[in-house]
């Protein structure tokens, strides 16, 4: 046999489904997108008895192919459509043993459909906690099925999957309940009209509000011998058909399930009590976030530092190694400079989602949702917004991929439109540095201004999301229909596999898929600033040198020598270092420092008639009332790409040769501008500060926006607004205060 | 008439019957038929969203929906 057999996954959520799929599959799986939506298709290869293969499709999770969301129509398109690639061959329904009576509904649904079924039971090991018994050869016989009762926590039971999945032409494909039985008049004629459809797959077809390929809805109104019912009339026989599965399913388990509640024991109850207390449950969700801040500012610096070191290190390994070249820049500071701008953000991707997957797989998310929905609503978010507003102060990407929880889609629409806004660690070393050059180092009330600036930052941040969301909610006109509930599973203990799936999945989702972009922009940045069409660009070696032979160096690279053989001869002189000794150092060194200092300011001229200087300088006009020079407005440009490039781009425009704070922060303060006042003044800080608050300054967050909305629509009108806001923000405060 | 959104904490309820043409059917594929029980198990501060457990599932619905859902409550018995 060379075809694989075609399985598919189905489940109601929280039934464990993707255990089931992880555990079918292994590593051998791989998650992509339906075409034209972002509803993830996961998908893998699993092995079965005599050498046969299955491939296994992990569908959306459902409660039953009455749809409401765009991925759960998604599973009824495809079981609806033979001529579908993936069309299965045998459906696995999951269902979780607590709530077998509830997961049958769809299981009913499916086997109507006749496709060959499978139910798998999982979480066998709560049943004698749970005080439940099963007569499970009853049931297949009742169901007209094949059962495996399986327990992923302890891996028991997948071997039986496999084996009935091998086996799946000895399933029967007969349905549960007759369709007919739900109006036998209306169906009646259904049947006369269309002798060739299968009933049940006709009315699903009625019934949904979507609109399926292969038999078309159309179609079925047109037909002129054949009068549809209304939409009320509709509802009410869905009802009945509600009620008629009920029956059969009740009828089933009265015989073979049995739960004995005196046994039952459970911790939800009491769990529930203190978690969605009024004032417990806020306070264990403040502890909560405090850790998961922590964790992704304080934590995830030591492998960001590596990360950062490795990168630097490795570029500068490139640059010694390699001849010099085109070739050798473009890899040194384009190739490895991008891959290092996507590589740095993995330990806080990966942090976020570590703990997002340990809040989802325990159950305690929903309680979350439950307990912010309201605070949440006047703002037209929902409860399911709250996760990605705190993951965005470490960083707006990986909090717009967490929106994914929300089915409603306006509802995350104007999440992810206003996530950006919160303050994320990006934006930190910026602040930091303009806070120390323009707010004073006074107090008030005990407290630094400096630290109260910093504060207000994040309020500012915190609260023009809010803000935004409310206008967005009056402004977009979406209707979105899906209704507000959230099923609230019991507590378990989160698998490590399917934590560490979530982790090593949503990472790698991130690198490869935004990464292509920052990599393509840094390299373009690059080009941009390592090139240029001007005389003095090309001449630019010659041009400092000639002016170094007749001025001398500038002053600040005077300076910047002068200061370095100081702090050496005290720290020699400290140490009892013979005179003579630190006159020959210092003789070589102050020719090193000079070699260094020229080929800086050749770099720094380079860059002021490279493109991007050109850019800079055209660019003036439009930043000047913000109180910004063309230096300024360079590393505003550039910052584009992410802003903590701010300061390292004013560190090549200020020729400082190294990254230390101190030293731009130095370069920075002597900075005049033309009217002889320092360029960082109060006015001109705090415009700079607030237009970084505002201003969508990060083409990483852009393409991961373009991702989860699938349209450059979303990320260019983000891009539009905030930097329009930023601006004239940035232009108020100036004026303001200068 | 009493409606699920009148059961107090730890209050129990038949569901008699709704205005079954704006329900969601999703609420009705979870269990919310006539005949079944519905137990308030906890109110979110601010009064809303509420946490029910209808027949055996665990769910959290808005205020403005459990309003459409009519029952007849059972007085709380105490527990053995």
Redo the contacts between chains.
């Keep these: 046999m060379s075809k694989n057999i075609n399985v598919a996954l189905i489940g109601n959520p929280n039934t464990g489904k993707t255990s089931v799929f992880n555990q079918l599959t292994g590593l051998k799986q791989k998650v992509g997108n339906y075409p034209g939506i972002t509803v993830e298709k996961k998908e893998g290869i699993c092995k079965l008895p005599r050498g046969v293969k299955a491939h296994i499709l992990d569908l959306p999770g459902t409660y039953s192919l009455n749809t409401t969301s765009l991925d759960e129509s998604l599973v009824v398109e495809l079981l609806l459509n033979k001529n579908d690639k993936d069309y299965p061959d045998v459906a696995v329904v999951i269902s979780d043993v607590e709530n077998l009576k509830r997961n049958l509904f769809l299981f009913t649904q499916i086997k109507d459909l006749k496709i060959p079924t499978i139910l798998v039971i999982n979480m066998a090991d709560r049943m004698s906690r749970k005080g439940i018994s099963m007569d499970i050869e009853a049931m297949e016989k009742k169901l007209d099925t094949k059962i495996a009762l399986v327990s992923t926590r302890k891996g028991q039971g997948i071997e039986r999957i496999k084996e009935l999945i091998a086996d799946y032409k000895n399933l029967s494909s007969a349905p549960n309940v007759d369709a007919k039985r739900i109006s036998p008049e209306y169906f009646e004629r259904l049947q006369k009209t269309f002798p060739n459809e299968d009933l049940y797959k006709l009315w699903l077809v009625i019934t949904q509000d979507v609109n399926f390929m292969p038999i078309e809805k159309k179609h079925i109104e047109d037909a002129t011998s054949f009068t549809t019912k209304s939409k009320e009339e509709l509802k009410k026989l869905q009802h009945k058909e509600t009620v008629l599965r009920y029956q059969f399913i009740n009828n089933t388990l009265k015989e073979t399930y049995k739960v004995d509640f005196l046994a039952a024991k459970g911790f939800r109850a009491s769990l529930d009590k203190i978690l969605t207390h009024k004032i417990f449950g806020y306070l264990i969700f403040f502890v909560i976030l405090l850790t998961i801040f922590q964790a992704i500012f304080d934590w995830s610096s030591y492998p960001m530092d590596f990360i950062d070191e490795q990168f630097a290190l490795a570029s500068e390994w490139i640059k010694n190694t390699l001849p010099p070249g085109v070739f050798t820049d473009l890899l040194a500071e384009g190739i490895i400079a991008g891959i290092g701008g996507i590589v740095i953000f993995i330990p806080q991707i990966a942090f976020l989602f570590l703990f997002i997957s340990l809040l989802e797989e325990s159950g305690y998310m929903s309680r979350v949702v439950f307990l912010m929905d309201r605070l949440m609503r006047p703002f037209g978010l929902s409860g399911k917004s709250i996760v990605p507003l705190i993951s965005g102060t470490a960083c707006a990407i990986p909090a717009v991929m967490a929106t994914r929880t929300i089915e409603n889609w306006k509802e995350r629409l104007i999440t992810i439109l206003v996530t950006p806004f919160t303050t994320c660690s990006a934006r930190l070393p910026v602040y930091l540095i303009l806070i120390a050059l323009v707010i004073p180092k006074g107090t008030i009330l005990g407290l630094s201004y400096q630290a109260l600036t910093l504060m207000l930052l994040y309020l500012i941040g915190f609260g023009m999301a809010i803000f935004s969301a409310m206008i967005l909610n009056k402004i977009l006109k979406i209707k979105s229909r899906s209704l507000f509930m959230v099923e609230m599973p019991t507590y378990r203990l989160p698998l490590l596999k399917n934590v560490a799936y979530t982790v090593l999945e949503k990472t790698k989702s991130f690198v490869f898929g935004a990464g292509k972009i920052i990599l393509a922009i840094s390299i373009v940045l690059w080009f941009l600033g390592s090139n240029g069409y001007s005389e003095d660009f090309k001449n630019a070696e010659q041009i400092v040198n000639d002016r170094i032979e007749q001025e001398g160096l500038s002053t600040y690279s005077k300076n910047y020598i002068q200061n370095n053989i100081d702090a050496y001869r005290e720290n020699a002189l400290a140490e009892g270092i013979a005179p003579e000794v630190i006159q020959d150092s210092i003789q070589s060194m102050t020719h090193d420092l000079r070699e260094r200092a020229e080929a800086q300011e050749i770099a720094s001229y380079k860059l002021e008639h490279s493109y991007i200087g050109q850019a800079g300088k055209a660019f003036e006009p439009l930043v000047k009332p913000l109180g910004y020079d063309w230096k300024i407005g360079i590393a505003v440009l550039t910052s584009f790409a992410a802003r903590e490039v701010f300061v390292g781009t004013l560190a090549t425009i200020y020729s400082v040769g190294s990254d230390e704070e101190e030293t731009i922060k130095t370069r920075m303060a002597a900075e005049l501008d033309s009217s002889g006042r320092p360029l960082f003044n109060l006015a001109s800080g705090i415009s700079l500060m607030l237009f970084y608050a505002f201003a969508m300054q990060c083409m990483s967050t852009l393409a991961i926006v373009k991702r989860e909305t699938n349209s450059w629509k979303w990320p260019l009108f983000q891009l539009g607004f905030m930097s329009v806001f930023a601006y004239l923000v940035a232009l108020i405060a100036y004026q303001i205060l200068i | 008439m009493a409606t699920v959104a009148d059961l107090t904490q730890g209050q129990k309820g038949i569901i008699k019957d709704f205005a ?2 704006v329900l ?8 919310c ?1 006539p005949g079944n029980s519905i137990e308030l ?2 109110v ?6 509420i ?1 029910i457990n209808l ?8 205020r403005s ?1 459990a309003e459409l859902i009519e029952l007849d409550i059972i007085e709380e018995t105490q527990a053995l």
């Design positions: 079954e043409h969601p059917i999703k609420l009705l594929e979870l269990g038929l198990i906890q979110a501060p601010l009064n809303d969203p946490y027949s055996g599932s665990h769910i959290a619905i808005r929906l």
